[in-house]
C-alpha cells in the first residue's frame, strides 16, 4: 500500500463519516482511519528505523483499537444508536465536505513548507480532515459525533505532522497521542454521565440547565 491510495482511503472515511447517521457504524469507520494512519509512518518515505515502527505501531494500537473500544462501550453504556436530526443534514454535509476539501487542496498548494511533503495529497487531506473534524463538532448534536469530530481533526494534525514534520522527536509524537488517549478516556466518561443523569447525550440540550432554577 502506497501513500496515495492511503491519503485517499482517509478522504473517504471522512466523507463517510460525514453521510453516516449510525454512531456504532462513524466508530467503526474512525477505527479504520486510525488504522490507516498507523500505516502512514511506514509509507511517508521515512527511513524504517525503530522509531518509526513503535509509532506507527503505537498510532495503530491507540487510534484503530483503543478509541473505538472505548466509545463503543461509551455508545452501549448510553443506550443511544443513531444521530437524530443534526444541525446540518447528512446530504448537506457531504456536499460541505466536497467543498472544504476542494478548498483545502487550493490551500494546500499554495501553502508554503519547511520540506517538500511526500505527496502532493499529504497537506490537502490534513487540511481537509482538521476542517471536517471541526464541522462535525459543530454541526453534530450527539456528544459521541462531537468526539469522533475531535478524533478526526487530530487525525488530520496527525497526517500534516508525520508526513511534513521529520524533526519532531519521537517522545514528542507518542506525548500526543497519549493526550488525546486521555482527552477521549474523559470524554467517554462524561458521555457515560450525561446519559445516566438525563437520559439522552445531545448537548444542545444541556443549555437549558442554564435558565433552570431549583
Known sequence: MNLELVLILV????????????????????????????????????????????????????????????????????????????FVGMLTSILIGIVALGASFWLGHRLPLPRPAGSLLLVPVALSAILLGLFLIVSRRKAVSQ??????????????????VQETSLLVELGVLLDVFVAVFVMGIIIFHISREFDHIDTDRLSMLRDWKP
Open 11 to 86: 478522504v473517504l472515511t471522512n466523507l463517510k463519516l460525514l453521510g453516516s447517521s449510525r454512531l456504532g457504524s462513524s466508530i467503526r469507520t474512525v477505527g479504520v482511519q486510525g488504522l490507516l494512519l498507523g500505516l502512514l509512518p511506514l509509507v511517508a518515505g521515512h527511513d524504517l528505523t525503530a522509531r518509526v515502527w513503535l509509532l506507527a505501531a503505537g498510532g495503530a494500537v491507540i487510534k484503530g483499537v483503543m478509541f473505538p473500544w472505548m466509545l463503543m462501550r461509551a455508545l452501549r453504556d448510553a443506550e443511544v444508536r443513531r444521530e437524530v436530526e443534526p
Open 147 to 164: 468526539v469522533l469530530g475531535f478524533l478526526v481533526m487530530e487525525n488530520g494534525i496527525y497526517v500534516f505532522g508525520v508526513g511534513v
